[in-house]
């Protein structure tokens, strides 16, 4: 379905449908440190009550990794709802809007058993996607860093993976956002990538609630 050629290319902007049995998959960060190309999540809607997750990104790469990302969400499943350079949609592939975030995810007002200490808090797990510690936890997408890949970011520098619970980022970009999302790596991997959050000023929040295995203290 999509040809390409190796040179580089502007950005390019996709509406994509998750289905719920993915949710527990990493497939935004796989795009990442899989296929090279960078992501920015420009509007998301996520919750567990939901059929189907919804993200907008914004694709950067030559054609190739572009081209090659996109296959890979194709070749799950996964619904290519507009796809286009980035402020001009070029294929529209399905006539159904973004979600109205108020409507469709109810963000918790607090979540529950979170940890506001200055310290991780990182489970020991059986291997996953090769890495055998989480840490959980909500992250606040001030309006102002709808345009900063803070996700990229965490997967390309700290090479770990991301894996996104739920989610609410407006597409009209006039509200803070917030993401659910658990951080698979090493425990010095992941305690870089809790400073680093911090020195972004984003406001987050430890979760605790699923800790029931041995719990390692930074």
């Not at 960078?38 to 054609?63: C, H, P, R």
């Not at 936890?137 to 996104?164: A, G, M």
């Amino acid at each position: 379905m999509f040809s390409h050629k190796s040179s580089p290319t502007t950005p390019v902007d996709s509406r994509i449908r998750i289905p719920q049995h993915y949710r527990q998959q990493p497939i935004i960060s796989r795009l990442i440190s899989r296929y090279g190309v960078t992501v920015n999540i420009k509007a998301a809607m996520l919750a567990a009550d939901e059929n189907y997750g919804w993200f907008d990104l914004e694709l950067q790469g030559n054609s190739e990794k572009i081209c090659n990302s996109l296959l890979y969400l194709q070749n799950l499943g996964v619904d290519l709802i507009e796809l286009g350079i980035a402020g001009n949609v070029q294929h529209k592939l399905s006539y159904q809007e973004f979600p109205d975030s108020p409507s469709q995810i109810n963000q918790q007002q607090s979540p529950p058993s979170i940890m506001t200490t200055g310290t991780p808090v990182y489970q020991s797990y059986g291997d996953y996607i090769g890495q055998s510690h989480r840490l959980r936890l909500q992250l606040c997408i001030l309006k102002d860093y709808y345009q900063t890949p803070v996700i990229f970011e965490l997967v390309s520098r700290f090479s770990i993976t991301v894996n996104i619970i739920a989610a609410s980022l407006s597409a009209n970009q006039q509200n803070d956002g917030w993401f659910d999302l658990d951080l698979w790596g090493k425990p010095q991997q992941l305690f870089a990538c809790f400073n680093y959050l911090k020195e972004l000023n984003l406001p987050l929040w430890l979760d605790a609630s699923s800790l029931h295995g041995d719990i390692i203290w930074i």
